[in-house]
């Protein structure tokens, strides 16, 4: 895809931009050295509009519009459940978690472990944390995104992959590593604005170009008429419609989209994430942090249509009269090396192939602006657990502001080098999407356990806690055995069931919680633990504003799966 003048004077400008707003609000105040909080937690001073803004520009990133777009190809619109079922999440969340944490005064997620359990764990699940965001989130998304800024800008054959993952850390590093939280939610602000509309304009121009006659209207018709499978929102076990044959319920089987484990996946990142709970803590107020999460349920039921609909007008542009993808029909971008279909080209493909002069500086900047405030989001937040959870109380616990802040500054820069040296290696992956959330999987559902517990069942104990995490593991990886085929051909093959891994997330959730449970009433003899935490009715309470919007976007939810089902 060439660029011309005013592509690049857009995109140029949109970087300075960035960068500009971001050094701006970090400036130190009155010449002093910033503190704790303001690099943290942005002085506490976060409105409702920012916090919802850059709760989706955290979370929004390649993932989402590679990725996603990937799975929209493969298995159509059902993909789309993370992102409904996320929109129900967070108003959960705002309701039912936000108001424990933001009285405790947390700083980090970890921080609610260590009072409601113990030092010690709070001190593993933070090294924990910090692992997951270097070795994880971090590299997944500097590879996705240098992946598809080599589809998009180059020829696809990977020339241009580590110019762009030095220069999505970079940018991401020129205003997130001095500014900390500050500096990542108000560029935010601008960053949601941009991949909105980015991603708007490359659906309907793609949607345009789907008949001779032109129509975004019509364009929709026809891509529902063509391939209506795709449509479908709570899948059967047997639906073949991925293009490379696999069974599309294997990834989102059926009901438990609603009734199971996506309720741990979900439940997990928005309301134990540091990288996305972070900013809520930062809020001015209870009342704005709340208002700030509903802001985000609602864009929530925008996303489907910027990051899941191209990769189903994609297939249909690549399909046969039949509706079906072969090697012949689909452009051979999408032919990988070993003969298969790479889904996750869709979007880059419909980018490099749709996009008109002007437009495509717009669309790379909205796809960018959505890396990089997701490596800014996580960087802050690797640098946030690390020097407040094992720093400070390991290594120097009388540090003075502007030693934590420097430690801060330099957690960020470290965590970034090694990113940089670990994304090249995660290679060509399938479906990115779902293949992180598979094995974020393994962890999360043990996670969520011990949160919901110490939010929620005030006799559960420290050490049922630790034995709780470790039985998860144990659990999720013999649950793993079976639909990996680890133990095919041996005498203990039926002794590991076969099931979709969100069932066995679900599984592994709800053993953990009966683990913890047992544990707890054997060593208390069923009183409650010393730091159980005492809930109220008034706890609980929301405003209005909450209380509409948020009653709104679920009754606008049982319309869409009506509709879909």
């Known amino acids: 895809m060439k660029f011309e003048f005013w592509d690049y004077a857009i995109f140029v400008a949109y970087v300075l931009t960035i960068i500009g707003v971001g050094l701006w609000v970090s400036r130190t105040r009155k010449g002093t050295q910033k503190t704790a909080q303001d690099y943290f937690l942005a002085s506490k001073s976060l409105p409702w509009w920012a916090i919802g803004a850059s709760l989706i520009a955290a979370n929004i990133s390649a993932e989402q ?14 993909i789309a459940s993370y992102e409904w079922m996320a929109a129900i999440s967070l108003l959960i969340v705002g309701k039912f978690f936000l108001p424990v944490f933001i009285e405790k005064g947390l700083y980090t997620i970890p921080q609610f472990i260590e009072k409601r359990y113990s030092t010690q764990l709070k001190s593993i699940l933070a090294v924990f944390w910090i692992s997951l965001f270097i070795f994880v989130n971090l590299t997944s998304v500097l590879f996705l995104g240098s992946k598809a800024l080599d589809t998009i800008i180059g020829n696809g054959n990977g020339d241009l992959i580590m110019y762009s993952i030095f220069g999505l ?3 991401a590093a020129a205003y997130s590593l001095w500014g900390g939280l500050s500096a990542v939610a108000w560029t935010d602000v601008i960053q949601v604005v941009l991949l909105v509309v980015g991603g708007l304009v490359t659906t309907f121009i793609a949607l345009d170009h789907v008949t001779p006659e032109g129509g975004i209207w019509q364009g929709m018709k026809y891509v529902y008429e063509t391939v209506p499978e795709k449509f479908s929102m709570i899948l059967s076990k047997g639906e073949i419609i991925d293009p490379n044959g696999k069974d599309a319920y294997w990834d989102l089987p059926g ?4 009734l199971g484990g996506m309720w741990v996946a979900n439940l997990y990142y928005w309301g134990f994430n540091q990288y996305i709970i972070q900013r809520t803590l930062a809020a001015k107020s209870l009342k704005e942090a709340q208002r700030g999460i509903v802001f985000a349920s609602f864009l929530k039921l925008l996303i489907p249509l910027i990051v899941v609909i191209p990769g189903i007008i994609a297939y249909v542009l690549n399909a046969d009269p039949t509706g079906q993808i072969t090697a012949q029909s689909a452009d051979p971008a999408f032919i990988s090396a070993g003969g298969a279909i790479d889904n996750d080209r869709a979007y880059p493909w419909l980018v490099s192939h749709f996009i008109p002069m002007g437009l495509k500086g717009l669309v790379v900047a909205a796809l960018v602006a959505a890396i990089v405030s997701s490596l800014a989001s996580m960087l802050n937040s690797t640098s946030t657990i690390f020097t407040l959870d094992i720093y400070k109380p390991y290594f120097s616990r009388n540090a003075s502001e502007r030693e934590t802040v420097n430690v801060g500054r330099i957690t960020a820069a470290l965590a970034l080098v090694i990113a940089i040296i670990v994304a090249p290696m995660l290679g060509n992956i399938k479906q990115a999407f779902q293949y992180i959330q598979e094995y974020t999987g393994i962890v999360s559902p043990g996670i969520l ?16 806690a630790i034995f709780g ?24 093959e039926t002794l590991f069931p076969v099931l979709p891994w969100m069932h066995q997330m679900f599984i592994t959730c709800l053993g953990t919680m009966a683990v913890m449970i047992i544990f707890s009433y054997i060593e208390t003899k069923g009183a409650p633990d010393s730091k159980g935490i005492l809930l109220t009715r008034k706890l ?3 405003d209005p504003v909450f209380n509409i919007i948020g009653s709104a976007i679920v009754i606008i939810l049982i319309v869409l799966y009506a509709l879909f089902w």
């Not at 519009?65 to 298995?75: T, Y």
């Not at 009901?255 to 609603?258: D, K, Q, R, S």
């Not at 356990?449 to 049922?464: D, E, P, R, V």
């Open 169 to 171: 850390a970079f940018f």
């Open 469 to 492: 995490a470790l039985f998860s593991i144990a659990l999720a990886f013999y649950l793993k055995v079976g639909p990996n085929g680890w133990a095919e051909g041996t005498a203990l």
């Open 65 to 78: 519009f590679i990725g996603m777009s990937g799975s929209g190809f493969a298995i159509g619109l059902a």
């Open 449 to 464: 356990a011990i949160f919901l517990l110490g939010l929620f069942y005030k006799k559960a104990t420290n050490l049922s």
């Open 255 to 258: 009901l438990a989209v609603l």
């Open 540 to 542: 609980f309470s929301t």
